[in-house]
C-alpha cells in the first residue's frame, strides 16, 4: 500500500505509476479470481468495523474518491460499499455547485457534509474539483489555485483533529482505458444513458488534467489525509487495494464493544 | 400483504394483529431458513431495481419505519438495506430536534431530507415521532394532535404527487417480546451499550403508545401513503415481509433502462 502513497512535501510524476499495475497478483482471469475472494473477505470485515464505528460514535471516517471521467468512482461505492449497513455510511455527490453555494467560499458546501461521529462518508468528487476543472479551465488564477491547496489542508487538518481518519484515492487509469470505456457506453445500447458528451471535451484536456492532478495531490498530501494512487484500469485490482486500505484504517482505530451507560447497576435491574 | 394494511378512514385495533404471525410460514427453524433464502433473493432484486431507479432518477422512495423500543427498526435496516449501493439510500435517523429546529414547524426538518429523485430515502422514526411522544406525555393538546395528522397527509401528499413512492411500517412487537429483549441487552455484556434506562419509563406507557399508533395510523393511512402494520416478534418474518412490500413498490414503478441521450449520432462517433 505504502508505495500508492504520496509523499508529503515532494513531487509527483504519475508517469511513474503504472495504472495497469496489479502488484503482486498475475493478470490472468485465474489471480482475479483469487483477488476477488480476497475482496469479498475484506468486505465483510469492513461491515463488522462499521458496526463499531457506529456503535462507538466518537471516531469517522471520510474517504475522498477523484479521477478522470470513466475512472470508476462509482463501480468502486457500489463493489466495496455495498454490504455495508447504510444507517452508517452516507455517499455524497458533489454536482456542479448551486447558485447559493457559489456565493460561499468553496469549501462551504463540502464542510456541510462532513461525516458526523459514528459515520463513514464517502464524497464521490469533492472539493477537490475545485482546484481541478478550474485550474485546468484558468477560471481561478494560480496564486488563488495555491491557496486554495492551503484552506483544504487546514480544512482537512481540522477535521483530523476533530476524529475524522481521512483517505483520499485517485483512481488511476490510462488514456486508452478511459477510450474502451467510452467506447463501450456507446455501443452497448444498454449503456448508452451513461454517455455524456462533455465527457469527450475534457477528454481532449487529459494532460493538463493530469498536470493539474499532480499539482493538487503533491500539495495536499499529508500525513493525516494522504493521496494514494490506486491503479485502476483493471477493476478488481482497485477494488482489492481500495478494501485494504479502508479495513486497514479502521482496523487502526482499534474500536471496541463500547462500554456500558454509567450508574446502572444491571444485576438488580427487573423488568416489569 | 393486503391483510397488513391499514384502511384508509377506518377505526384501528391494533389486538387484532397479531405480532407472532408468521403468516403462510410455520413457526419453525426449517420454514424460518426457508423464508430467509427468498428474503436473501429479494435483496437481491431490490439492489437491481435501485440501481435502475437511480439511473432514471424521476423517481424516489420514502420507507418510514416506527415501533415501540427494540420492534427492530435499527435491525431492519441492517438486514434488508445492507446489499443496497449506499450511493443510492439515504438513512435518517431522527432524533429529539435541536433548539433550531424547534423553532420551525415540525415537517421543517423532516421535509429537508426527503428523498431526492432516483433515492431511497429510509426515516428511522419520523415526524411520526411527533404525534406519538408529543401525544402520550400530553404535551400537545388533542385537537393540535389532529391538525398534525391533516398536516403529515397533506405533506406526504405534496412528495407523493411530485413522484415520491411512500411505505410507512410499524414493526409490532408484543410487550413480552419486548421485556426479552430488553433482558438480552440487560444480561449480555456485549449488548449492555445499546441499554437506556429511558426505555423502562416508556414501557409503563406501552398502553398509552399503543392507543397513539392506532390513532396514528387510522388518521394518516391513505392509498398514496399506505401504513404496515409487520408482525415483528420473528426477525425473519418481519425482514420478508418488509423486502417483498418494497421489491413490489419499486417494481410498480416499471422501471427501464433509460435511454440514450438526445441529438447525438450515435454510430458516427469516434473517440481519439
Not at 469517522?60 to 455495498?82: E, P, R, W
Not at 489555485?145 to 488511476?172: A, C, M, P, W, Y
Request: with cysteine; proline share 4%.
Amino acid at each position: 500500500m505504502k508505495k500508492y502513497q504520496v509523499i508529503p512535501e515532494s513531487k509527483l510524476n504519475l508517469s511513474h505509476f503504472d495504472p495497469d499495475d496489479t502488484g503482486n497478483h498475475k493478470k490472468t482471469d485465474k489471480s482475479k479470481e483469487k483477488a476477488n475472494v480476497i475482496t469479498e473477505k475484506l468486505i465483510g470485515r469492513l461491515g463488522e468495523l462499521q458496526e463499531r464505528l457506529y456503535a462507538n460514535g466518537n471516531r469517522a471516517l471520510l474517504i475522498v474518491l477523484q479521477g478522470m471521467d470513466t475512472s470508476g468512482k462509482d463501480g468502486t461505492i457500489k463493489s466495496v460499499m455495498s454490504g455495508v449497513n447504510p444507517q452508517g455510511c452516507k455517499v455524497i455527490s458533489f454536482k456542479a455547485p448551486s447558485a447559493e453555494e457559489l456565493n460561499h467560499d468553496f469549501l462551504w458546501r463540502v464542510h456541510q457534509k462532513a461525516p458526523a461521529k459514528g459515520q463513514i462518508g464517502i464524497f464521490n468528487r469533492s472539493h477537490y474539483e475545485d482546484v481541478l476543472i478550474t485550474h485546468v479551465h484558468g477560471l481561478i488564477s494560480d496564486s488563488v489555485v495555491k491557496q486554495r491547496f492551503n484552506q483544504i489542508k487546514e480544512f482537512e487538518e481540522l477535521l483530523s483533529e476533530s476524529g475524522t481518519v481521512i483517505l483520499k484515492f485517485f483512481l488511476h487509469i490510462s488514456k486508452d482505458e478511459q477510450k474502451k470505456r467510452l467506447e463501450e457506453r456507446i455501443n452497448n445500447p444498454e449503456k448508452r444513458w451513461k454517455f455524456n458528451e462533455a465527457d469527450l471535451e475534457e477528454r481532449k484536456l487529459w494532460k493538463n488534467y493530469l498536470g493539474a492532478f499532480e499539482a493538487m495531490m503533491a500539495a495536499t498530501s499529508t500525513d493525516q489525509a494522504p493521496w494514494y494512487i490506486v491503479p485502476a484500469n483493471r477493476k478488481w485490482y482497485r477494488n482489492l487495494v481500495i478494501a485494504d486500505r479502508v479495513v486497514k484504517a479502521l482496523e487502526d482505530m482499534k474500536l471496541k464493544t463500547p462500554s456500558a451507560p454509567a450508574g446502572i447497576n444491571f444485576d438488580k435491574l427487573k423488568i416489569e
